[in-house]
């Protein structure tokens, strides 16, 4: 049996590449789990009293699953830190992949590089980076991967492509085997490789710098593929901090988190979900384990100093509402978009699927303790998990160089200027009938159809409209987005700056403006409530001269 893949770096035509290799030892796996890594599930109290236990006439008490979640042990294994690729020209392989996940069988997933997540792509902006994607699951179908908050040309953004065939009426299909076609030139059939080209421009300068991330963008398959496994986080660097003297934690106290949940059946392997999914607004995968860079319950050694937490809410479908267990605050210094105008003291901090949050944490405050960082029920609507997610623990007061500046990163001059009047409403509904399909503007998603058509170099005003009775994350691709007004009043401090992915309720109406430059061609709005995506939540808009 092989166990979780390791990253071995070789060279084929000149560049390096990543493939998966070997299996771990039995050394090896005691150090990441632990040697005695289960509980009986009498003695697994916190974790157990969380879960829902439905008696089921005739039957056991708890589900397999259930039982499964019962016998793990909190904080036990050790946070894994996804290896870094800073290279300039790289491959990697995507692959069938056993994985440690749970103590114990290792799991079967779709990975990048043999990992899951994948491994964290590093770069410093205005650098092209060339990555070719060798696609080897056959099962899979077509896969196209989008660079989520890169400003990148259309044909390198991560197509969704014409759907796959269905055989039941459903949007998503169980396993799409059709090659790529002529009209979708960006996807990627199984056997084969392509390069995508990330040139880390935008405007004429160096992007801002960002913490973004990687997935499959398949079109009515998108939230299969992320569930299998495909998602991986990517680093944009510039010069603004060493340029204006700002010293923030780096290094091993510069912490990438990749959050997502999943369900396992009780031989570790992932559960599917995706087998007579619910039809819209009864659509929404969610798993009843929380994985953090991919294992459950981590637990993290940091010394008594500030750290920068680097969080992204990879799930398909489940918010988060982040609070540390001592009620202490957290410092919120970037969004998705990067750095704010001003750091801003928080204790509970809302993301929704697709979501990044840049935090300081001062575990200076609390020497030689232990820390949760948890999640708490948030805003009606955001169906937030509640529970523990990983534990620092933290040791004695270290020297620390660091500090956080009262101004931290100013807005793009474009933002001066931003038209008044609203350029474009992109409305989500719900369509009627049997299955009824989400809506934008009164379309379900179909390639063909342009929505909208913005030109080059200028910037747009775009109202957000959820006319729906449950809550979307709506993403726009190509740029970054000021956002101006949630329903009509200035947004809260947390919003008043630059993101690409927004929180809409029932109801809501939130403003945003963007610059459209370097990039002509056509891009996508969708929610990133995955299976609301891949149920027809999405449509297009096509940059022109």
């Not at 770069?123 to 056959?138: L, N």
């Not at 969610?286 to 750290?307: C, D, E, F, M, W």
């Not at 200027?417 to 350029?423: A, M, T």
């Not at 934008?440 to 775009?462: K, L, M, S, V």
Request: hydrophobic fraction near 35%; include cysteine.
């Amino acid at each position: 049996m092989r166990h979780p893949s390791v990253h071995a770096r070789q060279v084929q035509d000149g560049r390096p590449v990543v493939l998966r290799q070997g299996h771990q030892t039995a050394e090896a796996r005691d150090r990441r789990f632990g040697r005695r890594s289960f509980l009986a599930a009498a003695g697994a109290g916190a974790v157990a009293a969380a879960l829902p236990i439905r008696p089921r006439l005739g039957g056991p008490w708890f589900t397999p699953e259930q039982s499964l979640a019962a016998k793990l042990k909190p904080f036990k294994a050790k946070l894994p830190i996804p290896e870094v690729i800073t290279d300039a020209e790289f491959t990697l392989e995507m692959a069938e992949t056993e994985v440690e996940i749970l103590p114990g069988r290792p799991t079967k997933m779709w990975t990048y590089g043999g990992t899951f997540p994948g491994p964290t792509i590093r770069r410093p902006a205005g650098d092209p980076t060339e990555v070719t994607f060798d696609h080897q699951i056959p099962d899979a179908g077509a896969l196209s991967i989008h660079l989520h908050g890169g400003h990148t040309a259309a044909i390198h953004d991560g197509q969704p492509g014409t759907p796959p065939p269905v055989s039941d009426g459903a949007f998503v299909c169980e396993l799409p085997t059709e090659p790529a076609t002529a009209a979708d030139a960006p996807l990627i059939a199984p056997g084969e490789s392509r390069t995508y080209i990330y040139e880390g421009m935008e405007d004429g300068a160096p992007e801002r710098a960002a913490f973004q991330w990687y997935h499959d963008h398949r079109c009515h398959a998108t939230g299969r593929n992320v569930w299998r496994g495909l998602a991986g986080m990517y680093i944009l660097d510039d010069e603004f901090e060493g340029d204006n003297g700002i010293v923030l934690p780096s290094g091993s106290r510069d912490i990438p988190l990749l959050i997502t949940d999943r369900t396992f059946n009780n031989r570790n392997q992932l559960k599917n979900p995706y087998k007579g999914i619910g039809h819209a607004p009864n659509d929404g995968i969610t798993g009843n384990l929380i994985l953090v860079n991919g294992v459950y319950l981590p637990q993290h050694k940091v010394s008594a100093r500030r750290y920068r937490l680097r969080i992204l809410n990879a799930s398909n479908f489940r918010s988060y509402n982040l609070e540390l267990s001592n009620g202490a605050k957290m410092t919120q210094i970037a969004t998705e978009a990067g750095l704010m105008p001003a750091p801003l003291k928080r204790k509970r901090i809302l993301i929704g699927p697709a979501e990044r949050v840049e935090v300081i944490v001062d575990f200076g405050d609390f020497p030689n303790r232990d820390v949760v960082l948890r999640s708490r029920r948030g805003p009606s609507g955001s169906k937030a998990f509640e529970g523990p997610l990983m534990r620092f623990r933290v040791g004695g007061r270290r020297h620390d160089a660091s500090a956080v500046p009262d101004q931290l990163r100013p807005l793009p001059a474009w933002t001066d200027d931003v038209p008044e009047d609203i350029d474009k409403t992109w409305e989500i509904g719900i369509g009627t009938g049997l299955r009824p399909k989400w809506l934008i503007n009164g379309e379900a998603y179909y390639p063909e159809h342009i929505e909208h058509q913005p030109e080059i170099d200028t910037t747009e005003t775009w109202e957000l409209h959820n006319d729906t009775g449950v809550a979307h994350l709506v993403h726009l691709h190509h740029t970054d987005w000021y956002m101006l007004s949630r329903n009509g009043a200035a947004p809260p401090p947390w919003e008043d700056c630059l993101k690409e992915t927004f929180f809409l309720d029932p109801g809501d109406r939130v403003e945003v403006a963007g610059h459209f430059s370097d990039h002509l061609g056509k891009y996508v709005v969708h929610c990133h409530m995955l299976d609301h995506e891949d149920h027809g939540l999405m449509s297009h808009f096509k940059v022109v001269p």
